[in-house]
């Protein structure tokens, strides 16, 4: 059962204009989530994280927005650029007991930006 | 600094050979992750290690095998693979303390015939 969901495995935006990836979460005890870019052919990259102790943390064109009470996370991408064209993956820290660094990670969103 | 690297970038096997993937980081990193990424399944970790000395299965471990040779190596084994272990394998580390993220090799694909 998925504990990190990303409904929509595609996405198409025109350039210029906002990405909004969402991802939602069935764990209430998930503490920390990130967001990774991954381009064909080469391992996922790390963009932005947030900790549950905020709501939003920005960084440049990307900004995380975090809804506790919905179980729901969403990356804005502003504005769109084609080298943005890449698969998103959400990923949460499983539980926060002790040092615990394993991620759970969602199936992807496949994000394509148009010219 | 190169980050994580694998080798080899492309393999193919036949039913049952056995063969090591490599992992070495070189940000002094704690911890370092296998993970295998197949279609529509995300990313499912395979084993991990969180300090020099330590492994621990993940989510998918059955069929492999892991060392962590130092810290900064850290290689994932099959001993008789199977066309079920046909996949992509990323190695990733992460450094101790607050910060969570983990670094990503270019991943090795691996075909089982």
């Known amino acids: 059962d998925q504990q990190v969901k990303q409904n929509s495995p595609s996405l198409s935006v025109q350039e210029g204009r906002i990405s909004i990836l969402n991802c939602d979460y069935t764990n209430s005890m998930f503490d920390y989530f990130l967001w990774y870019k991954k381009y064909p052919a080469e391992g996922p990259t790390f963009l932005i994280s947030?900790?549950?102790i905020k709501d939003k943390n920005e960084d440049g064109r990307f900004t995380v927005f975090l809804n506790k009470s919905a179980k729901h996370l969403s990356l804005h991408i502003v504005p769109s650029q084609p080298g943005d064209s890449a698969v998103y993956f959400c990923a949460a820290r499983g539980n926060n007991a002790g040092n615990n660094r394993k991620l759970i990670w969602g199936l992807g969103t496949s994000l394509a930006v148009n010219p | 600094n190169a980050g994580v690297t694998q080798t080899p970038k492309f393999q193919v096997l036949k039913t049952g050979q056995s063969m090591t993937l490599q992992c070495a980081q070189d940000?002094?990193?704690?911890?370092m992750y296998w993970y295998r990424q197949d279609p529509g399944m995300g990313l499912r970790l395979i084993y991990y290690s969180a300090s020099e000395g330590t492994t621990d299965k993940g989510e998918v471990p059955n069929g492999y095998n892991v060392s962590r040779l130092n810290k900064r190596e850290f290689s994932l084994r099959l001993e008789s693979a199977a066309p079920s272990q046909t996949s992509v394998y990323f190695c990733?580390?992460?450094?101790?303390?607050?910060?969570?993220?983990?670094?990503f090799g270019p991943g090795t694909r691996l075909t089982v015939t």
């Open positions: 940000m002094n990193h704690n911890s």
């Open positions: 990733a580390s992460s450094e101790a303390g607050r910060r969570l993220e983990q670094y």
């Open positions: 947030i900790s549950s």
